[in-house]
């Protein structure tokens, strides 16, 4: 009876052991399968700190090219601004100069025993037809103030309005520079074409060639633009214009534009 007993009481104790031995095994596995998890969050917390770090870097890097940018378009604004100078400054120069050279021709003119008309048979003083001065200078004073459409629509009238008159190569002559600031280059070149060929004693026509030589630069015409100032240089050589067309092809030589 008492060897029943014991046995009952070792049977009871082995299986108690058995199930602490099972629950001991149990709280291991939870233990590591928490460990995992938590290496998990600690890895993706270190993915999120080097993402977040190479953002940072590549936000800096695209703030740096964004500064560069607008220092580039700064400097092309102030390029523009410049390029817009000269040519306001060109377009003084060809003013100043046609103004001299027309108060030269008046000049010459006044030298003339009747300079306001012509006498008649009876004595009496014949009005002076009109010349167009007042017309051309109009007209010139709309393309100085940057009208250019306006003066376009002037120079082209006043061939119509005044076939007699002396100022018509150089009303030609601004027809043509009024187009090229327009950069309607082909415009340009046509009119510039159409003052060497009527008028080819004119004191414009040198200006005239190189203008229409870079009027062919513009449109890209390589062939027409080389020979055009290969021509005023060989026409005009030492001169302004002459300077100014080999420089051009200096610089079309620079571009491939052989």
């Known amino acids: 009876m008492m060897m029943a007993s014991c046995r009952s009481h070792w049977l009871l104790a082995g299986s108690l052991l058995l199930q602490v031995s099972a629950v001991s095994g149990a709280e291991v596995e939870v233990a590591e399968v928490v460990d995992m998890a938590e290496l998990e969050q600690r890895l993706q917390r270190l993915e999120r700190i080097v993402q977040g ?19 580039l378009q700064g400097k092309n604004e102030e390029l523009g601004y410049e390029i817009d100078n000269l040519k306001e400054q060109q377009r003084e120069l060809y003013l100043d100069l046609d103004r001299r050279l027309q108060k030269l021709s008046t000049s010459k003119e006044s030298l003339s025993p009747v300079s306001s008309g012509e006498m008649t048979e009876a004595g009496a003083v014949e009005p002076v037809p009109d010349s167009g001065e007042q017309a051309y200078q109009a007209a010139l004073k709309l393309l100085k103030e940057g009208r250019y459409e306006e003066a376009i629509a002037a120079f082209r009238q006043f061939p ?9 190569p150089n009303a030609q002559y601004w027809l043509g520079e009024a187009y090229y600031m327009l950069q309607d280059f082909s415009a340009a070149a046509e009119a510039l074409q159409a003052l060497v060929e009527q008028y080819p004693e004119s004191a414009k026509v040198p200006d005239a060639m190189l203008k229409q030589g870079l009027a062919y630069y513009e449109l890209e015409q390589w062939e027409q633009a080389k020979a055009q100032l290969q021509e005023v240089m060989a026409r005009y050589p030492a001169s302004t214009v002459s300077r100014l067309a080999e420089e051009r092809l200096e610089k079309m030589k620079r571009e491939g534009h052989r």
């Open 160 to 168: 119509q309005q005044y076939p007699e008159s002396r100022y018509r």
């Open 53 to 71: 770090q190479g953002l940072s870097e590549l936000l800096l890097q695209l703030e740096q090219l964004e500064g560069e940018v607008r220092r």
